[in-house]
């Protein structure tokens, strides 16, 4: 029996200490302290990077607030996008949060008397992309500056309430980490405007607040939620026993459970995530995830056969079945052709397959995630304070919340009514009697996930409402809206880039679908004019991975999440469905939420696709095999796929030399198109997501791995390479603060310039990961989860998860090669400039100027006064400046315009008519010049030519 004991023991001890561990929240604080030291001595600060949008479909709002005597101002809220602020009613937004060291919030709260802004950081939905945060943000300068006062170790902010009476009263629901038990949740509340903090209710480790509520009448009167869940890469579980309503009358002070068994409110297992709204000081209304399961008798029975029906099917019974019934269910649910009545009857008669088979076969966890026959919605409502509960909806509300009403979970009542009520989720709904039936207030230009709603007290039917597709405002309760979406926070899960001129850049995102645009086209309101935006809508959905044909970029594979791809022709319209199946009687594949595909650089009718087998299609997807064996650990019991592929890479330098990653940390390699497969991640951390697999552009043998810790709160950065095929492994991290890594991508130029992103930026190595600049001028600290370049026009494209597009020209970092890096001084050349007669001129009236510029890159080994001077080639000076040069990259930015001594010296050379132009400058005539920099006792002097 000891043996036993000490056996088992030591099986606990060991997958204890095989789970990776949550970082710390003084060591996620220390790293932000050593990216801004990164930001000051980074040699790449001076390279501006652009946002490139797209901002029509916009993305999730986590919550809306709204100046109460001023409703045209408002605040909103977006999950991983930032806090935009607007004085016009939506028509213009101004981002607030750029200069703090996150965009992820959970929640916002605003003192309209004081003007301070309160930010919880970290999204508080639980979803697979609910960025984690740094504790709660506070300004009293309008979103210029930003001070965190602590709950570093929060991760996600649920709710955050202020005293109207005391703006230095605020309580604080904390829900704490998403993949991992911490201390640090519950109810927070201080005195003194966030300077110390007092845990006044703590329910355990596991069980955070997600929200907490005030009666409009009487601060101390409060309500709070607890939600106790646990999300795991491979499943999640998103309600317990410990999930429940308190109540404070002391402003937060001291909590009392009010949802015993007794009250009338849902107890125990099945209790999910729970949303609040008071009217008053007596009625309070409770949104409800029940994760209880429904009645058998309750379900409706659906006409023809279900997977259900052959889970306890005899043979005997399977074979008497009517063709016709039969093929209608093997037709309805996507079995592939040669799955027809009469052959699949055959294969039961031979015993090949059972009846149970034709369930399996559409069984797996992303099936399992939708099916659960879960009560889902309800609604309860308490006229005596909370004491006792009454469920308001006699039947279930169905079409709302589905499967994953952890995603939801918001109510709201009008302060006017004290029946009608609204509740957020798929779509957003009304109720006139108190929460019985409801209508839909959704229309067709309002996305159809909600999150957030406010509600104009003073004005009847005027709504604002935030949602995944960004803002919608309304003045007649739902029946007609207008959408404000000019904020550029698109959550991108992937990008790429076509051959086009101008090249097009496509994106996958988060429940917005797949889009598509020219990188030079312009984020402006012309489009309302002409009816046409740059950015076009080609799939929809969660928008995923996409690969275009390199010999016709009419032809895309792109998808939805699971694995659902298309092959989509963009000239005709036309679509096909393309995702491998398994065979009857095999157990399903496994498909990631990202699942990743790849075109062959060899032959582009080759196509990869990775479930948790790879499969490879010739013909561009319309027939598939399978390569390999299962390349994961096999999977988990849950309710989330898992065991599968995430990262597929091919080498240029051989058809056939392939490498995959998946999503529990492992690696493999074949050198002979699939025909065998060897494991080469066995010295790297174990169970950890692979983010990238990167084959070199440069050497054979040469590949690059990143890894991600996110689903297990580890925010380490894993960077490895590999010189010889995965044998050896080198770690490449060196420097980066502590922040999941997304994506890296290799330059296709100089084989030493490296780019990688992280939840939290972007860096840049000259050296191959020896050591990494921050790469983030024109950036906020937002997560990159997709990087690409552009070879031909030497750009690299940064897809971020909340704040769209951003491109960079990289040509001069494609140049800072060792012998540039170890000069004092390197002046890099431009390209010629076409003259035009138009410059400093207006086409019109009421336009701007045209004014040229030209700007001349120069690399410093050391910071220090500058002196640039632009001449004729016979030494004529006709302008000079002075700069004070950074270490690294400087950006000297020429208007090509004569200065005023400049102007004299060349005129007494040159006998010709110098033209004003309207804007007062003289502009160069066409000619060739040369730019002449100075600093710290080196010179370095270019040519370039005005045409």
Known sequence: MKKLFFFCFILFFQNAISQQSATAGGKV??????????????????????????????????????????????????????????????????????????????????????????????????????????????????????????????????????????????????????????????????????????????????????????????????????????????????????????????????????????????????VGRIGLAVFDDNTVYAVHDSQFRRDKKSEKKEDGLTKDDFKSMSTKTFLALEDKKLNDYLKTNGFQEKYRAQNVKQMVRSGAVKPIDLAKYLENANSLLFDTPVVGAEVYRSDNAGASWQKMNQDYIDDLFYSYGYYFAQIRVDPNNKDRIYLAGVPLIKSEDGGNTYTSIGKENVHADHHALWINPNKAGHLINGNDGGVNITYDDGDNWMKNNSPTVGQFYAINIDNEKPYNVYGGLQDNGVWKGAHNSKENRQWHQTGKNPWKMIMGGDGMQVQIDNRNSDIVYTGFQFGNYYRLNLDDGSQKYIQPKHELGESPYRFNWQTPILLSQHNQDILYLGGNKLHRSLNQGDGWEAISNDLTKGGRKGNVAYGTLTSISESPFKFGLLYTGSDDGLVHISKNGGGSWEKISNSFPKDLWVSEVAASKHK???????????????????????????????????????????????????????????????????????????????????????????????????????????????????????????????????????????????SYTWSKPNTPGLDVNFYCSAAGPCTAKVMTLNGTEVSSTEIQADKGLNILSYDLAFSKKGKSNFLKKNKMKLETAKNGKTYLPKGNYEVKISSNGSSETIEFKIE
């Open 700 to 842: 054979k043998g040469r590949v690059y791995v990143t890894l991600n810790g996110y689903r297990w709160d580890d925010f380490t950065p894993y960077i490895y390479v590999s010189e010889d095929y995965g044998k050896n492994w080198k770690n490449i991290s060196a420097n980066i603060p502590t922040s999941p890594v997304n994506a890296l991508v290799e330059d296709p130029e100089n084989e030493n310039l490296l780019f990688v992103g992280t939840d939290n930026g972007l860096y840049a190595s000259f050296n191959r990961g020896q050591s990494w600049e921050l790469f983030q001028n024109g950036i906020p600290n937002v997560a990159v989860h997709d990087l690409v370049i552009q070879p031909e026009a030497k750009h690299l494209l940064v897809g971020t998860h909340g704040r769209s597009i951003y491109k960079a020209d990289i040509s001069t970092l494609q140049q800072m090669k060792s012998d540039v890096l170890s000069k004092d001084l390197v002046v890099f050349d431009v390209e010629n400039i076409q003259h035009s007669k138009n410059w400093g001129n207006t």
């Open 29 to 270: 604080m220390q790293a932000l302290n050593k990216k801004a030291e990164m930001a000051k001595t980074s040699l790449v600060k001076n390279v501006a990077i652009k946002n490139i949008g797209p901002s029509v479909m916009s993305g999730r709002v986590v919550d809306l607030e709204v100046n109460p005597n001023d409703p045209t101002e408002f605040y909103v809220a977006y999950a991983s996008g930032g806090l935009w602020h607007t004085t016009s009613n939506g028509i213009s937004f101004d981002p607030i949060l750029d200069n703090s060291n996150t965009q992820n919030i959970g929640d916002i709260a605003v003192d309209w008397k004081t003007g301070t802004i309160w930010v919880g950081t970290g999204e508080n939905n639980s979803s697979r992309s609910s960025y984690a945060g740094i504790g709660i943000l506070k300004s009293t300068d309008g979103g210029k500056t930003w001070q965190n006062m602590g709950l570093h170790d929060s991760h996600h902010i649920g709710r955050i309430l202020i005293n109207p009476n005391n703006p230095n009263d605020i309580v604080v629901g904390v829900t704490g980490h998403l993949y991992s038990p911490n201390q640090e949740r519950g109810v927070y509340k201080t005195m003194d405007g966030g300077n110390t903090w007092t845990r006044t209710l703590f329910v355990n480790d596991g069980t955070g607040i997600i929200d907490v509520a005030n009666s409009p009448n009487n601060f101390n009167i409060q309500y709070a939620a607890a939600w106790e869940k646990d999300r795991k890469a491979w499943n999640f579980s998103g309600n317990g026993a410990t999930s429940g309503i308190y109540k404070s009358v002391d402003g937060g002070a001291n909590w009392t459970l009010m949802t015993k068994e007794g009250s009338g409110f849902p107890t125990g297992d099945g």
